[in-house]
C-alpha cells in the first residue's frame, strides 16, 4: 500500500516564525489533504490539494506530484497554530480512503 | 461547507458491554463513510470502509465481528464496538466522501472518545 511520511516528526517555533512541513508518498495519488488537529481531536480540513499550490491566509500549501511531495508552509506562526498537522493521500480509483502521515506535532511559543 | 456529525463525542462504557457510535453527513448525501481509530501519539489507522447498502470492507487485522459497521442510509453510518475492553478505548473519527457538488474532499466527524473501564 501507499506509504505517507512526514517531517519533522516535531517541531517548536517561537512566535512569529516561518515553517515548512514536509510530506513524502511513495504511490501515484489524486487526493491529498493537510488536516491539523486540534488538542481535542478535532481535524480541521487546512487543503485539498492533489497537485498545484493554494494559499489560505498564513497558510499554504505545494504538491509535486510527479516527484511526491507535499509542503505546508506557516508563516508568522501563532501559538494557535499549535497542534499535530497531518498530511493524508489516496487514491479513488481504490475507493477513496486516505492514508495518514505519522504527523508533524508543532508547538508556538509566545 | 459540508458536514459531517458523530455523536456521542465522548463515551465510557463498561467492559463487555457493547457501544455504539453514530456518524451522519448531514447537508450531503455519502455512499461510501470511512471509520479510523486513534491511538493517543499516534496516527489514525483506518479501520474499515462503509458502503450504504452493502458490507463493510475491513482493512488487514481489524475483527469485522467486533466491530459492526451498519451503513443503512446515505447519511448514516454506525460503528458498534461488542464486547469491549480496555485496550479497546480510544479516538474513533468517521469521515464521509462527497458527491457531485461536494466534489472529491474527504470531510471527517468530530471524533468520539471511547472509555472502556
Known amino acids: 500500500g501507499i506509504q505517507v511520511e512526514q517531517s519533522p516528526p516535531d517541531l517548536i517555533l517561537q512566535e512569529g516564525a516561518n515553517s515548512t512541513l514536509r510530506c513524502n508518498f511513495s504511490?501515484?495519488?489524486?487526493?491529498l489533504q493537510w488536516f491539523h488537529q486540534n488538542p481535542w481531536g478535532q481535524l480541521i480540513n487546512l487543503f485539498y490539494i492533489p497537485s498545484g499550490t493554494k494559499q489560505n491566509g498564513r497558510l499554504s500549501a505545494t504538491t509535486v506530484a510527479t516527484e511526491r511531495y507535499s509542503l505546508l508552509y506557516i508563516s508568522s506562526s501563532q501559538t494557535t497554530d499549535s497542534g499535530v498537522y497531518f498530511c493524508?493521500?489516496?487514491?479513488?480509483?481504490?475507493?477513496?480512503?486516505?492514508?495518514f502521515g505519522q504527523g508533524t506535532e508543532l508547538s508556538v511559543k509566545p | 461547507g459540508a458536514v459531517v456529525s458523530q455523536h456521542p463525542s465522548r463515551v465510557i462504557c463498561k467492559s463487555g458491554t457493547s457501544v455504539k457510535i453514530e456518524c451522519r453527513s448531514l447537508d450531503f448525501q455519502a455512499t461510501t463513510m470511512f471509520w479510523y481509530r486513534q491511538f493517543p501519539k499516534q496516527s489514525l489507522m483506518l479501520m474499515a470502509t462503509s458502503n450504504e447498502g452493502s458490507k463493510a470492507t475491513y482493512e488487514q487485522g481489524v475483527e469485522k465481528d467486533k466491530f459492526l459497521i451498519n451503513h443503512a442510509s446515505l447519511t448514516l453510518s454506525t460503528l458498534t464496538v461488542t464486547s469491549a475492553h480496555p485496550e479497546d478505548s480510544s479516538f474513533y473519527i468517521c469521515?464521509?466522501?462527497?458527491?457531485?457538488?461536494?466534489?472529491?474532499?474527504?470531510?471527517f466527524g468530530e471524533g468520539s472518545w471511547l472509555t472502556v473501564v
Open positions: 493524508a493521500v489516496g487514491d479513488y480509483n481504490q475507493g477513496g480512503k486516505l492514508i
Open positions: 504511490d501515484s495519488v489524486n487526493n
Open positions: 469521515s464521509a466522501r462527497g458527491q457531485g457538488v461536494i466534489g472529491n474532499t474527504i470531510y
